[in-house]
C-alpha cells in the first residue's frame, strides 16, 4: 500500500495548515491511522489518532485544542487540520497506518508500519 501527504509548507506563527495523505493499495477503512512528526535532530513523536471509523479520536498534549484529525473513509484520505501554529510544530510530518488492524490506540512509533515519506511544515516570521 502506498501513503501520500499532501499540504505542508512555510506559515506564519498563529496561522493554519491542512494536511492531507492519501492512501491506496489496502482496505483503508480496515485500519486505524496516526499522524506523527520529527524535527530535526529530534525523535519521531506522536501527534494523532484516529480510528478506524473516525470515532476515537487522540491528541499529543502539544498539540491538544490545535490540530484536528479526521479521515473519509469513501476518499481513502485522512487529514491533520493544523491552527494556532507555533515556531516549535516545525517538523516533517508524516501518516502512517496501525500495523495491527485489531490493535489498540497506538501511540508509537513502532505501532504503525508502513508509513508515508512526509511533508515539511515550517513556522517562522
Known amino acids: 500500500g502506498k501513503r501520500g501527504e499532501e499540504g505542508g509548507g512555510w506559515v506564519q506563527p498563529g496561522g493554519s495548515l491542512r494536511l492531507s495523505c492519501a492512501a491506496s493499495g489496502f482496505t483503508f477503512s480496515d485500519y486505524a491511522m496516526g499522524w506523527f512528526r520529527q524535527a530535526p535532530g529530534k525523535e519521531r513523536v506522536f501527534v494523532a489518532y484516529?480510528?478506524?471509523?473516525?470515532?476515537?479520536?487522540y491528541y499529543a498534549d502539544s498539540v491538544k485544542g490545535r490540530f484536528t484529525v479526521s479521515r473519509d473513509n469513501a476518499e481513502n484520505t485522512v487529514s491533520l487540520q493544523m491552527n494556532s501554529l507555533k515556531p516549535e510544530d516545525k517538523a516533517v510530518y508524516y501518516c502512517?497506518?496501525?500495523?495491527?488492524?485489531?490493535?489498540?490506540?497506538?501511540?508509537?512509533?513502532?505501532?504503525?508500519?508502513?508509513w508515508g515519506q512526509g511533508t515539511q511544515v515550517t513556522v517562522s516570521e
Open positions: 484516529i480510528s478506524r471509523s473516525g470515532g476515537i479520536l
Open positions: 502512517a497506518t496501525r500495523s495491527d488492524p485489531n490493535g489498540s490506540v497506538g501511540f508509537r512509533v513502532s505501532d504503525y508500519n508502513p
